[in-house]
C-alpha cells in the first residue's frame, strides 16, 4: 500500500522542482479537471453487444482476440465492471454507448427498430452518477453487414436500412444529451470497404454522401447532441479501397460543420494523429479522438504512455482545445484482464494529459520564437526525467483512488471475487 506521507512528501518535491521551471503543479492538477474521458463501453465484452445472449463481434475489419475468462455476459455485469473501472481511474469519465449495447429486454428489435426507451436505464444510471453519454450507430455485426456494404451499399434496401439506424441513433443520442444536461457525441463509423480492387469507388462514395445526408436531415441543437464521422485507411477484409477514407469525411465534416473523428490507429504509421489536431480545427469547430494503440495495424491494443498519445494530449493542453476535443478511447483486448485494461488504458491517456500540463509552454515557445533551437530541444529531453510519478501519484492520492502500483491488488481481487465466479 502507498505511504500516504510518503506520497506528499514526494509531492512537495516535486513541485518545488517544476516551480523552478516556472510549472505550477497544483495548477497543472486543477486543470485535470477539463480532461474528461468518455470510456468506450465495448472494452467489457469484447465488442458483443446484448441484441442476443451470445453475440459477437463479426465483420467490418475490426477484430478481437484472446478468450481471458470473466467478460460481462449481461448489462448488470458490465454496468458493476464499469463502476470498478471508475472507482479506480481519477478524475471524471463520460460512458460512449454502441447502439447493440441496448435493454433489448429478451426480445428481437432490429437495428432499424431501436428507440430511445431501449437506453432510458442507461440515461438513469448515467444519471444517477452524473455522468454524460456518448453514442455509436452499430454498422456491423450484422447479416446486413455481411456484403461489406452499409450506408455506401448499393443495394437500395440495404442502404436504407442502414440510414434509419443512423438517424433513429442521432435520436436517441439527442435525447441522452437532453435528458443528462450534457450533449453526446454520436459517431458514425462504417466498414464500407473492398478486398480487392474496386472500379466504382466513387459510385459508393457518392452513396455514402447521399445517406449521410439522409441519415442526418433531422437538426438536433448542439446542446443536445453533436455528429461525428469516423474515417478509416483500411480494414482487415477491406484493403483495398475504404469508403470512408480521411479524405472523404474530412470534406464531409468541413462543408456540413460535423465533428471529425480521428482514430490513431487509423492512418498510415507514419503519420500522427496529434498533428491533425491543428490542422482540422482550423475548419471545423470539434473533433473526437479515438484514443488506441495500433500495433503494425489498426489492432486496437490497450492504449499505453507513447510518443503518439504524448503528442496528442501535448497538442490539446498547449493550445487549450479543451472545449474543441471530445476526448474518447477505442481500443479492445479479450487477452488479459478486461477492468486492468480499462484502467492501465485510461490511466494512461490521463498520464499523458498532466503530464503535457507540467511544461512550461511559453517559455518554450519564446526559445523557438528567438530560433534558440538547441535550447528548445534540451528543455524537452529534461523534462523526461521530472519527478512526473510523483505529481501522478498526489492526483490520485488526491481523488482517493489508489496510488501507484496498488490498483493492481483491487483487479487481481476483483477478478477472484467476480470475474472468476461468472
Ligand atoms: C473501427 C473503428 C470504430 C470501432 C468502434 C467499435 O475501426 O475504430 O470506432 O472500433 O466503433
Ligand atoms: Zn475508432
Given at each position: 500500500m502507498a505511504n500516504k506521507e510518503q506520497v506528499i512528501k514526494a509531492y512537495e518535491l516535486a513541485k518545488e522542482q517544476y516551480a523552478q521551471l516556472g510549472v505550477d503543479t497544483d495548477a497543472a492538477i486543477k486543470k485535470m479537471d477539463d480532461v474528461v474521458i468518455s470510456l468506450h463501453c465495448w472494452q467489457t465484452d469484447d465488442v458483443g453487444g446484448f441484441e442476443t445472449p451470445d453475440a459477437e463481434l463479426g465483420g467490418g475489419g475490426i477484430q478481437v482476440t484472446g478468450n481471458y475468462p470473466g467478460k460481462a455476459k449481461n448489462i448488470p455485469q458490465m454496468r458493476q465492471d464499469l463502476e470498478k473501472v471508475m472507482a479506480l481511474l481519477p478524475g471524471k469519465q463520460r460512458l460512449n454507448l454502441h447502439?447493440?449495447?441496448?435493454?433489448?429486454?429478451g426480445e428481437k428489435v432490429d437495428r432499424n427498430e431501436i428507440t430511445v426507451e431501449h437506453f432510458q436505464g442507461w440515461i438513469d444510471w448515467a444519471k444517477e452518477r452524473g455522468m454524460g453519454l456518448d453514442f455509436n450507430a452499430t454498422c456491423f455485426s450484422h447479416p446486413k453487414a455481411d456484403s461489406g456494404f452499409t450506408l455506401s451499399s448499393k443495394d437500395e434496401e440495404t442502404r436504407k436500412f442502414w440510414v434509419e439506424h443512423v438517424a433513429r441513433c442521432r435520436a436517441i443520442a439527442a435525447e441522452m444529451g437532453k435528458q443528462l444536461g450534457t450533449s453526446a457525441v454520436h459517431n458514425t463509423w462504417i466498414p464500407d470497404g473492398s478486398k480487392d480492387t474496386p472500379i466504382d469507388r466513387n459510385g459508393h462514395r457518392t452513396l455514402l454522401k447521399k445517406s449521410l445526408d439522409e441519415a442526418m436531415s433531422i437538426d438536433y441543437p448542439k446542446e443536445q447532441m453533436k455528429d461525428a464521422v469516423e474515417s478509416k485507411l483500411f480494414g482487415i477484409g477491406a484493403e483495398a479501397m475504404t469508403v470512408g477514407s480521411h479524405d472523404f469525411y474530412l470534406g464531409y465534416a468541413i462543408k456540413n460543420n460535423k465533428l471529425i473523428c480521428l482514430d490513431?490507429?487509423?492512418?498510415?504509421?507514419?503519420?500522427?494523429v496529434g498533428d491533425k489536431i491543428s490542422a482540422c480545427l482550423q475548419f471545423v469547430d470539434e473533433v473526437l479522438l479515438h484514443v488506441t494503440r495500433p500495433?503494425?495495424?489498426?489492432?486496437?491494443?490497450v492504449v499505453t504512455l507513447n510518443e503518439e498519445v504524448k503528442l496528442i494530449a501535448s497538442e490539446v493542453v498547449r493550445n487549450n482545445f479543451y472545449n474543441r476535443v471530445n476526448i474518447g478511447l477505442d481500443f479492445f483486448d479479450a487477452s488479459i484482464n478486461r477492468i486492468g485494461a480499462y484502467v492501465i488504458g485510461t490511466r494512461a491517456a490521463q498520464i499523458a494529459f498532466l503530464n503535457a500540463l507540467l511544461e512550461p509552454t511559453e517559455e518554450l515557445i519564446k526559445l523557438e520564437e528567438n530560433e534558440n533551437n538547441f535550447e528548445r530541444l534540451a528543455m524537452l529531453e529534461l523534462l523526461k526525467s521530472k519527478p512526473f510519478g510523483a505529481v501522478w501519484d498526489y492526483y490520485c492520492l488526491k481523488n482517493d483512488v489508489p496510488v501507484g502500483e496498488d490498483y493492481i491488488k483491487e483487479i487481481q481481487n476483483y477478478e477472484k471475487e467476480v470475474l472468476r465466479k461468472r
Amino acid at each position: 500500500m502507498a505511504n500516504k506521507e510518503q506520497v506528499i512528501k514526494a509531492y512537495e518535491l516535486a513541485k518545488e522542482q517544476y516551480a523552478q521551471l516556472g510549472v505550477d503543479t497544483d495548477a497543472a492538477i486543477k486543470k485535470m479537471d477539463d480532461v474528461v474521458i468518455s470510456l468506450h463501453c465495448w472494452q467489457t465484452d469484447d465488442v458483443g453487444g446484448f441484441e442476443t445472449p451470445d453475440a459477437e463481434l463479426g465483420g467490418g475489419g475490426i477484430q478481437v482476440t484472446g478468450n481471458y475468462p470473466g467478460k460481462a455476459k449481461n448489462i448488470p455485469q458490465m454496468r458493476q465492471d464499469l463502476e470498478k473501472v471508475m472507482a479506480l481511474l481519477p478524475g471524471k469519465q463520460r460512458l460512449n454507448l454502441h447502439a447493440i449495447y441496448g435493454e433489448f429486454g429478451g426480445e428481437k428489435v432490429d437495428r432499424n427498430e431501436i428507440t430511445v426507451e431501449h437506453f432510458q436505464g442507461w440515461i438513469d444510471w448515467a444519471k444517477e452518477r452524473g455522468m454524460g453519454l456518448d453514442f455509436n450507430a452499430t454498422c456491423f455485426s450484422h447479416p446486413k453487414a455481411d456484403s461489406g456494404f452499409t450506408l455506401s451499399s448499393k443495394d437500395e434496401e440495404t442502404r436504407k436500412f442502414w440510414v434509419e439506424h443512423v438517424a433513429r441513433c442521432r435520436a436517441i443520442a439527442a435525447e441522452m444529451g437532453k435528458q443528462l444536461g450534457t450533449s453526446a457525441v454520436h459517431n458514425t463509423w462504417i466498414p464500407d470497404g473492398s478486398k480487392d480492387t474496386p472500379i466504382d469507388r466513387n459510385g459508393h462514395r457518392t452513396l455514402l454522401k447521399k445517406s449521410l445526408d439522409e441519415a442526418m436531415s433531422i437538426d438536433y441543437p448542439k446542446e443536445q447532441m453533436k455528429d461525428a464521422v469516423e474515417s478509416k485507411l483500411f480494414g482487415i477484409g477491406a484493403e483495398a479501397m475504404t469508403v470512408g477514407s480521411h479524405d472523404f469525411y474530412l470534406g464531409y465534416a468541413i462543408k456540413n460543420n460535423k465533428l471529425i473523428c480521428l482514430d490513431n490507429g487509423h492512418f498510415h504509421p507514419t503519420e500522427e494523429v496529434g498533428d491533425k489536431i491543428s490542422a482540422c480545427l482550423q475548419f471545423v469547430d470539434e473533433v473526437l479522438l479515438h484514443v488506441t494503440r495500433p500495433v503494425r495495424w489498426d489492432s486496437d491494443h490497450v492504449v499505453t504512455l507513447n510518443e503518439e498519445v504524448k503528442l496528442i494530449a501535448s497538442e490539446v493542453v498547449r493550445n487549450n482545445f479543451y472545449n474543441r476535443v471530445n476526448i474518447g478511447l477505442d481500443f479492445f483486448d479479450a487477452s488479459i484482464n478486461r477492468i486492468g485494461a480499462y484502467v492501465i488504458g485510461t490511466r494512461a491517456a490521463q498520464i499523458a494529459f498532466l503530464n503535457a500540463l507540467l511544461e512550461p509552454t511559453e517559455e518554450l515557445i519564446k526559445l523557438e520564437e528567438n530560433e534558440n533551437n538547441f535550447e528548445r530541444l534540451a528543455m524537452l529531453e529534461l523534462l523526461k526525467s521530472k519527478p512526473f510519478g510523483a505529481v501522478w501519484d498526489y492526483y490520485c492520492l488526491k481523488n482517493d483512488v489508489p496510488v501507484g502500483e496498488d490498483y493492481i491488488k483491487e483487479i487481481q481481487n476483483y477478478e477472484k471475487e467476480v470475474l472468476r465466479k461468472r
